[in-house]
């Protein structure tokens, strides 16, 4: 099992060399000067040179990968071109909030999506089943920023039980980090509830069909456990392959929440560093986010041979 | 004579409306003493699963409800208990066996923690005493090693040591009862012989009664006490095995054992100087396994086999499950590329060839496959299955249409039903249409994958008549892969057997049937069930 896991993320190298490459091209490869572009339309000839010579791209494009694959092997991923701060400082600073709206996010909505499924599914047919579907269905179809501002006018402006904005951090405030962080776990969460309910519903429908549900029967099991203990274990590698598909997702998901609620983490730096082309920060975002999504397949990968003893890889 | 463990009382289960008959099962009456094996026989749609699952109180909800009678388990009736006594009888006072070992088992569960499962669910044992228990009750069942096969999941386990499994969990409380469904229909025969072994030396043992479902007569001239015939959700007859084997006295009962096929070959009219149609020489196929970092494994799932087949001959590919005879039957088609060795079509090697240069000699090829119910795409018609071939290969549509009306006719079906779809039509009658899919392409050869292996004995029979009467009417060579040595002893002209991938006897049906060489397939003989019974032959009243 653990040459097993070593294996495994040993093989993550390649693909996070051809992460690497691909960000690396595409800045270069992008029509135009980048220098110029990052200039502005009234640069002299003089400033666009300097700026060339300060990004190294007058050098050969294969020293310049060189250079820029040793920076990033020492965790450098450049200066950002508007506020000269390290772009892994800038991204330190923003990473807090964003990564716990996602695990809120992600705890909550499987926490309430998978119990939600093994019902929908044990009662399948039902007014309960049904009552699920309509649920999910809701889920599905409303946009994030809307269900964000339902939720304000509803639960802050209306209700006043938590606040309209902002971030707290769990680890000086927790009390207000809960109440902060609330409303935008609801409002990200509802499209993932529904996302993983259907998966479930259907994955252990389909389960509770095998022969082994009889077994487990016949040996006198009661249904709760024939649900959980035989049905659920057999129905996760697919629940498991969706949670992992929505985070992967999510990241898009927490940009717009984060504009709704005005949380200052890495969505609103990317939306920021977008809208000023400020390409260094872009090049470490996507380099970070890739890595994040390489980590997640692994972890994913790692779990499905845990859930199903015949996966190997 | 002592007090039935199992007493069924006019059992009647109603089916939902609109379904094809109103009762599933009606006034079934029959009872099991302890240590008796009781065989409930009967073909598909019989009522026999029925029954076993309305004693087990696992009937599906809704669906299916007892409409009247009594099963009383040591006196007590069972359908007055409520969902939770039932869970306290089932698994400790009853236990059940299923049909697929393959699939019985939960694949994420550790076998060992698969049986300590009903000691959880029934007892209040420590951990210890638990795995002791297991541990117990796997060596009772003659699994090897139970130290270590204790914590095996059930993918790492053959289909015979999972049923084994299956036992041990079903023994592991002592039940007074325990009904085995099918228990042994998926197994080798080999296997098959060992768990009735198993079942009989554990009947012995604790005094179990059995109630053993069952549609093969082998089977219950094995292993049986008494048994039930049902019909249509009746019981038509039942008694002592000897009495109801030997003498049957329903009409159905007789069709039933009639159709048994006999270990002793019929003669059969000599082929030996046709011209040889199919050939293979050296014909090897290996599979290869591993990936990236693992060392790479091989498997020689066809190993050396050379086989010849005349104009006018069938020839039979017997053996186990993994032995390769399917793996022969798909080089031939072509259906997959063999690894090397040619396969020679009258004289043409067609082993290697490209799928361009294949084309032509695809037509000379047809296969029918063992499951009916999968072979046919449900969504075209009947006609169109049988047309496509020739259509493909240039017939115009009106004429291809006019062959399968003929066809149609020729496999005993009626021309006007092409326009219907497979899911209307049984089991046989689908084979039947899949064999005149294959003679649709005017073949010179056709390889026959199990093809009664699906079908209930009764259909099993006119199927292979139908199958050695298309070989007579067209001149074919078939190539007649089965498991069954009974159905091989019937309709073959010559018989290979096939061992791991290599083929260790070959010769006429009557030589290998009279005087078998290899002690594999001496082994073979020995464990077919029911080989001591002459099917069929019944005394004079």
Redesign the interface.
């Known amino acids: 099992m653990l040459t097993f896991i070593l294996k495994r993320a040993l093989s993550t190298i390649p693909v996070m060399g051809v992460v690497a490459l691909t960000v690396f091209l595409l800045l270069r490869l992008s029509p135009g000067d980048p220098a110029s572009v990052i200039a502005g339309d009234y640069a002299t000839a003089e400033q666009i040179a300097k700026i060339r010579t300060q990004l190294g791209l007058d050098q050969p494009i294969f020293i310049q990968f060189a250079h820029w694959l040793g920076d990033l092997m020492r965790g450098d991923l450049g200066v950002s071109i508007f506020s000269n701060l390290p772009v892994t400082t800038l991204i330190g600073q923003r990473i807090e909030p964003t990564l716990m709206l996602a695990l809120t996010t992600i705890v909550f909505s499987v926490v309430v999506a998978v119990p939600l499924g093994v019902l929908a599914a044990w009662k399948a047919h039902t007014w309960v089943d049904r009552a699920v579907m309509v649920f999910a269905v809701v889920g599905f179809s409303v946009p994030v920023f809307v269900m964000g501002y339902f939720l304000i006018y509803g639960f802050a402006l209306g209700l006043h039980w938590f606040p309209v904005q902002g971030y707290r951090s769990p680890f000086s405030e927790p009390g207000q980090f809960v109440s902060h962080i609330t409303l935008p776990t609801l409002a990200l969460s509802a499209i993932y509830i529904a996302l993983i309910a259907r998966i479930t519903r259907a994955s252990v429908l389909e389960v509770l069909e095998e022969d082994y549900i009889r077994t487990a029967r016949a040996k006198g099991q009661a249904e709760i456990k024939v649900l959980l203990r035989h049905a659920l274990g057999n129905a996760a590698v697919p629940i498991v392959t969706v949670i992992g598909l929505g985070v992967a997702f999510l990241i898009g998901g927490v940009v717009v929440t984060e504009s709704v609620f005005n949380i200052p983490g890495l969505g609103r730096l990317v939306v920021d560093a977008i809208l000023k082309r400020d390409y260094p920060i872009i090049q470490g975002l996507i380099l970070f986010f890739s890595f994040l999504y390489i980590a997640l397949n692994l972890v994913i990968d790692i779990a499905y041979t845990v859930l199903d003893p015949r996966i190997r890889y | 004579m002592t007090a039935p463990v199992l007493d069924v009382q006019g059992l009647t289960v109603r089916l939902p409306a609109r379904a094809d008959r109103v009762n599933a099962v009606e006034n079934v009456s029959f009872a099991v003493t302890p240590g008796e094996i009781v065989c409930v026989v009967g073909e598909s749609g019989s009522g026999k699963s029925v029954t076993a699952h309305a004693v ?1 109180g ?1 009937l599906p909800a809704r669906q299916l409800t007892v409409a009247a009678g009594r099963i009383l388990l040591e006196g007590d009736d069972l359908l007055t208990k409520t969902p939770a006594e ?7 006072r009853i ?2 066996i ?1 049909q ?1 070992p393959m ?7 550790r076998v060992g923690d698969q049986i300590a ?2 000691l959880d ?2 007892t209040k044992l420590s951990e210890r005493e638990r795995r002791q228990r297991v541990l117990d009750v796997m060596a009772s069942v003659h699994l090897p090693e139970p130290e270590r096969m204790i914590d095996v ?1 059930p ?1 790492q386990l053959s289909g015979g040591q999972r049923q084994r499994i ?1 036992i041990a ?2 023994l592991v409380l002592d039940p007074v009862l325990l009904i085995a469904d099918e228990p042994t229909t998926a197994l080798d025969v080999a296997t098959q012989a060992q768990i009735l072994k198993l079942m009989k030396e554990l009947r012995e043992r604790r005094n179990t009664g059995v109630l053993f479902i069952t549609h093969d007569f082998g089977v219950v001239a094995e292993i049986a006490h008494r048994v039930v015939v049902m019909q249509h959700g009746r019981v038509v007859e039942q008694g002592a095995t000897q009495d109801v084997l030997r003498r049957p006295r329903d009409e159905y009962t007789r069709t039933l054992i009639r159709a048994v096929p006999s270990l002793s070959p019929p003669a059969r009219a000599s082929v030996a100087d046709a011209p040889v149609v199919l050939e293979t020489k050296h014909l090897m196929m290996t599979y290869k396994a591993g ?3 693992e060392k790479r494994r091989e498997v020689k799932a066809a190993n050396d086999v050379n086989l010849c087949v005349r104009r006018g001959e069938m020839l039979g590919v017997v053996g186990e499950s993994g032995s390769g005879k399917s793996t022969v039957a798909r080089c031939i088609a072509r259906l997959i590329v063999p690894s090397d060795g040619a396969i020679l079509i009258e004289g043409a090697d067609v082993a290697k060839l490209g799928t361009r240069a294949l084309r032509p000699h695809r037509k000379r090829v047809q296969i029918v496959f063992q499951d009916p119910y999968r072979s046919l795409n449900p969504r075209r018609s009947v006609g169109d299955a049988i047309t496509e071939g020739p259509v493909n290969f240039g017939m115009n549509a009106g004429e291809a249409v006019a062959r399968a009306r003929n066809l149609m006719r020729l496999v005993g079906l009626d021309p006007d039903a092409l326009a219907r779809f497979p899911h209307q039509f049984s089991g046989g009658q689908r084979q039947r249409i899949c064999i005149a899919r294959a003679l649709a392409m005017d073949p010179e050869i056709l390889v026959a994958d199990e093809p009664v292996s699906a079908l209930d004995v009764s259909v099993q029979a006119q199927v292979l008549e139908l199958i050695d009467d298309v070989r007579k009417r067209f001149n074919l060579a078939v190539l007649f892969i089965t498991h069954d040595l009974r159905v091989a002893a019937q309709v073959c002209d010559r018989i290979v057997v096939m061992h791991k991938g290599e083929v260790v006897e070959e010769g006429t049906t009557a030589a290998v049937f009279a005087a078998p060489q290899h002690a594999y397939t001496k082994a073979l003989f020995d464990s077919a069930p029911g080989r001591n019974f002459e099917f069929g032959k019944f005394d004079q009243e």
């Open positions: 087990m696992l039932m869970r306290h009888i089932r698994g400790a236990g059940m299923f697929e699939t019985a088992l939960n694949p994420v569960m499962e009903v669910i029934h999941y993918h299956m969990a079903a990936g990236f970092f």
